[in-house]
């Protein structure tokens, strides 16, 4: 990359969550790639050959021939687009159906086409100034990964990407420029001006606490409870604690997920806000058991409502045989009691002695957990029962004790962040809609009402989505006409996809982009200036 | 802000007398009998200073802030930062209002002009005023007035109407929001039940208090962070921060409010080269010119001044005297720095005027030159004017390395023949690098081999300041043609205080 992107320069090889990728061999012609050479190379070794019914009755999920597939025919580049450009006119206000090209010509003059012509910061629109990169393949096994490029409109964002058929599509910030022309500027003159305020999380930081025998890029359902219980956490602290409106949830493709906070105010964050905001929600869980992991007495408001989020889950997933088995076995049960501070050890005692006999040890991990938690308080409030506390006891030892049982939560299941995708508003991170050519499954929009029962099995992958179509039309089922069958604009709609894109643009971007139309210019400024700074 | 001439003569303008009734109540008096020790700088102030006090002022205030930086590139723990910084301010803004608030304005002015600048003045200006307010608020001394306050608690009165006087729009919480929100705001670690309930809790947006948000220490709810009064210092600290944020990018118009047009035509150029005066050594209270030629040999002469050109200048100031003898003139700024490398080399006011005179009056006559031109230069040297000793920057513009572009610069090169294929070469190679200095270095080497080697030549600086490069050269020189080298003790050889 040239001089003139030095600004940028630092998170070139920071490719966002899905970091399993061989990272990209760099090239300094990347941008330079002369497309129809690029697409001689990336078909050459390969069959011509797409038929998409062949490719789909083989148990392959994921093949260039299946992406090219998705990116011609299913991928939703109206909705990406909708949103990017914080366009409330790329809605049609009547029945907030996304504006279909056909439709925008003939609709009021401020349609969205009509904001793309312009490139300039003038123009009413970011989209064209938000910074794209893609992974692309040129020859099979080697990644080229391509930086600073932009569309001024979605004709031309869907066009580069049917041509290039990006392994991996990435999302950066918006710069005061239109990014593709960092060649051409001074150094230093991109700069990024908003960006969405994103998290990551993903379930290879949770390897010491997956029980279930999964390490890695491996998701079994049991280790993906994690997940639904992170976006709990994370969705509750930034809607009720920061006020944001605006959570766009994804699956990352494989074993994570992203949140876009949308809302503007989010959107303006500085860098150092951002960093403010995710050391927030973090909560160093230490690296060894309990070692360097103490809570302090109270708990923050935000960590006793994650608590109370946690626990029941806890207790109902992790805690039983077909989840983690945490308390489901002699073995599980005495490690645990072993995490117990020592001024505890007559209450952890006096569990063992009585789980190791009848009927203590009929009991359910639920019972079990419920009866550890009060004969703790007992112990700890020196009323009668259960094992006495000594007189003695610092009020250390009993705040050690009183935070046990979050500790032991919050380290199972507290939302452990990749945090460094948070704090920049540089950092590109996976779009949304992609497609993870690991398991060829989409990123697909998850329901913030419903996260436990997201099931990242029952996503479609490219395979299953092209056999859809295929039956869809085998069936007859009415083309292109929106007329004839239920609203069918798009070929998605045509697909499983229909169900989670169409509760996205319904709960996620038309309230979101209702509400860009609502925001007062004035507004933007006054809060841009608040949280302004160089 | 009014500037008068040497006479300080000027009457007020209408424009500043209204900054000043807004501003009564701040006691920029000139008893200095003010209480306000901190001061966020919102309105402009008027006062009148004379040319001299604007320059001085803004001087004490570059030496607190150039202290402030050098304390932290140092990285000194936060005890010895703290009683260093309170003995530079102590000796350079004293306890008089007048000098603390005029030298911000005159440096927020002088700072505006680009992003560079505006970064460094925010960045120091942040760390000081932190550290006052901190000290009001820990009831210490080390602030503008000095003026202490021991009483428990009553540091919060001072804090309290600081936060009154800058109108800070924290929103107090009632008694009954804080009552209902009791709980939450006691799980906040740190948070003292005894002293809780006679607490004052302020409701902020949360972007004013990342630092308290960051360590989830304050209770945050529908984007508002809660937060008792001494921990608002954070906040206020980050407020000042955003508002002289915004202020630097707007202050040339302010400036342009308060300051009339005679006064900008005479306080523009000053206003330029604030950020390139020579301050001292970093700590000491001394302005004297560090990179000096004691005496009259090898300083710079009408006379000599064009051989010392090509045998002794680094490429910016021969740029610069190529320019003058080109155009027999020079900008403003190309005049002010010139003319302070010239006196930093040692070169006497009636030499300096005389050979200004004699460019000069190849395009005007000498009525027209002792009218524009007689009196900045010796302002520059002094006699016009009280105190005032310019000494030559270290940070200046017009590096040639720095501004020209690849092709010019090689052109230059090979025009003034300097070094050989091979040294131009390493020299445009630092070039496309981004090393400056090293460029500037680099060429000091190939003009004068050996210099390494030589007895009495001091090379520090070389690729930093002009002056350190032109004393080298001419040390070097001195010291080949034997003229006292080998002994160090003549008094051509160069000072070496204050060369870091
Ligand atoms: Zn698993």
Redesign the pocket.
């Known amino acids: 990359m040239g001089a003139a992107t030095d600004a940028v320069d630092d998170d070139e090889r920071e490719f966002g969550a899905e970091d399993d990728v061989v990272p990209a061999v760099k090239s300094n012609n990347d941008v330079d790639y002369d497309d129809a050479d690029a697409d001689a190379r990336r078909d050459a070794p390969r069959s011509s050959s797409s038929s998409s019914s062949s490719s789909a009755t083989t148990s392959v999920v994921y093949s260039p021939e299946l992406l090219g597939v998705y990116y011609s025919r299913l991928f939703p580049y109206d909705l990406l687009h909708s949103w990017l450009s914080y366009d409330p006119s790329s809605i049609n206000p009547g029945n907030g159906k996304v504006v279909t090209p056909a439709k925008a010509s003939s609709s009021s003059s401020s349609s969205s086409s009509s904001s793309y012509s312009s490139s300039s910061l003038s123009s009413s629109s970011t989209f064209p100034r938000r910074e794209f990169s893609m992974t692309i393949e040129p020859t099979p096994g080697s990644e080229v990964y391509i930086r600073y490029q932009s569309f001024s409109s979605r004709e031309d964002l869907a066009a580069a990407v049917m041509r290039r058929r990006p392994t991996k599509l990435d999302i950066g910030a918006v710069f005061n420029h239109p990014p593709k022309d960092n060649k051409s500027l001074p150094a230093g003159k991109l700069q990024t001006v908003e960006r969405e305020l994103v998290f990551d999380v993903d379930?290879t930081d949770y390897d010491e606490v997956?029980n279930?025998?999964?390490a890695g890029a491996?998701?079994?359902?049991?280790?993906?409870t994690y997940m639904g219980m992170a976006m709990g956490v994370m969705d509750a602290g930034l809607r009720r604690d920061f006020g944001f409106r605006h959570l766009a949830w994804f699956y990352s493709g494989r074993r994570g997920v992203h949140c876009w906070v949308c809302d503007e105010s989010a959107r303006m964050l500085t860098n150092e806000a951002r960093s403010a905001v995710a050391s927030y929600f973090e909560v160093n869980l230490g690296s060894d058991k309990n070692k360097g992991f103490n809570l302090s007495a109270p708990l923050h408001p935000a960590l006793a409502r994650a608590y109370e989020i946690l626990e029941p889950r806890f207790v109902d997933s992790v805690l039983p045989e077909d989840g983690h088995g945490l308390l489901a076995t002699r073995a599980s049960w005495t490690r645990l009691l072993l995490t117990l501070p020592k001024a505890a050890h007559p209450v952890a005692s006096r569990l063992e002695e009585r789980w190791g006999r009848s009927p203590g040890r009929d009991a359910t991990p639920r019972e079990k957990w419920r009866e550890l938690k009060s004969e703790l308080a007992s112990f700890v409030g020196g009323r009668g029962g259960g094992a006495k506390a000594p007189k003695t006891l610092s009020s250390s030892d009993r705040v050690r004790i009183e935070m046990w049982p979050v500790e032991t939560v919050f380290r199972q299941t507290y939302p452990r962040l990749d945090i460094n995708v948070s704090k920049m508003q540089n950092h590109l991170l996976k779009s949304p809609f992609c497609v993870h050519p690991k398991t060829g499954r989409v990123c697909v929009p998850i329901d913030a009402d419903d996260f436990d029962s997201f099931d990242p099995f029952a996503v479609p992958t490219l395979a299953s989505l092209v056999r859809e179509l295929d039956e869809y039309e085998a069936r007859g089922g009415g083309g292109n006409d929106a007329n004839a069958d239920g609203g069918v604009v798009h070929d998605w709609q045509k697909t499983s996809l229909r169900g989670p894109f169409e509760r996205y643009r319904k709960k996620v971007l038309i309230p979101l982009l209702n509400d860009e139309r609502r925001s007062a210019r004035e507004e933007r400024e006054r809060r841009a200036a608040v949280v302004g700074d160089f | 802000m009014n500037v008068a001439g040497p006479a300080r003569s000027r009457p007020s303008s209408s424009s500043s007398s209204d900054a000043n009734s807004k501003r009564g109540h701040h006691g920029h008096a000139a008893d200095g009998g003010s209480s306000s020790l901190v001061d966020m700088y919102l309105d402009v102030p008027s006062f009148e200073l004379s040319l001299d006090e604007f320059e001085e002022y803004a001087l004490a205030r570059l030496k607190v802030l150039r202290k402030i930086e050098e304390m932290k590139t140092r990285n000194l723990p936060p005890d010895l930062f703290r009683s260093q910084l309170d003995a530079s301010i102590k000796s350079n803004l004293r306890s008089n209002d007048i000098v603390d608030v005029a030298s911000h304005f005159i440096l927020r002015a002088a700072y505006c002009r680009n992003e560079d600048l505006r970064r460094w003045f925010l960045t120091q200006e942040c760390i000081l005023f932190r550290h006052r307010l901190e000290s009001v608020s820990r009831g210490g001394g080390g602030s503008r007035g000095g003026g202490g306050n021991n009483g428990g608690g009553g540091h919060h009165d001072e804090l309290r109407d600081f936060l009154a006087r800058n109108d800070f729009d924290l929103d107090r919480v009632s008694a009954a929001d804080k009552e209902r929100l009791r709980d939450k705001l006691l799980s906040v670690p740190g948070t003292n039940p005894v002293e809780f309930n006679v607490a004052e809790y302020y409701r902020v947006p949360f972007v004013q208090a990342l630092e308290l948000v960051g360590r989830r220490e304050c209770y945050v709810a529908d984007g508002n962070a809660y937060v008792p009064l001494p921990r608002v210092v954070s906040i206020v600290a980050a407020k000042f921060r955003s508002s002289l944020s915004r202020s630097l990018a707007s202050a040339g118009g302010i400036f342009r409010q308060a300051v009339s047009r005679d006064e900008r035509a005479r306080i523009g150029p000053l206003l330029s080269s604030m950020n390139s005066q020579y301050t001292g050594p970093s700590g000491g209270a001394g302005s004297s010119a560090a990179y000096g030629i004691d005496g009259e040999e090898g300083a710079p002469t009408a006379a000599n001044v064009d051989e010392l050109a090509s045998r002794s200048m680094p490429l910016c100031m021969r740029q610069l005297h190529r320019g003058l003898q080109r155009d027999h003139k020079l900008k403003h700024q190309g005049r002010l720095q010139y003319g302070l490398f010239l006196k930093g080399a040692g070169m006497s006011l009636e030499e300096h005027t005389l050979f200004f005179q004699r460019e000069f009056a190849k395009i005007m006559t000498g009525e027209q030159f002792n009218k524009q031109y007689a009196y900045s230069i010796r302002h520059m040297h002094g006699k016009e004017g009280k105190r005032a000793t310019y000494t030559p920057g270290a940070e200046h513009h017009g590096c040639p390395y720095r501004h020209y572009d690849d092709a010019s610069l090689s052109a230059l090169l090979g025009l003034l023949k300097i070094g050989n294929a091979v040294d131009r070469d390493a020299i445009m190679a630092h070039k496309r690098d981004g090393n400056f200095q090293l460029a500037c270095s680099r060429h000091f080497e190939a003009v004068h081999p050996g210099a390494t080697s030589l007895e009495g030549v001091n090379l520090d600086g070389v690729g930093n300041h002009p002056n350190a490069w032109f004393s080298a050269s001419v040390s070097y020189h001195n010291a080949k043609s034997g003229k006292g080298g080998a002994t160090g003790g003549s008094k051509n050889v160069v000072k070496a205080e204050g060369v870091a």
């Open positions: 379930l997956r279930c025998g999964c491996d998701i079994c359902p049991k280790c993906w």
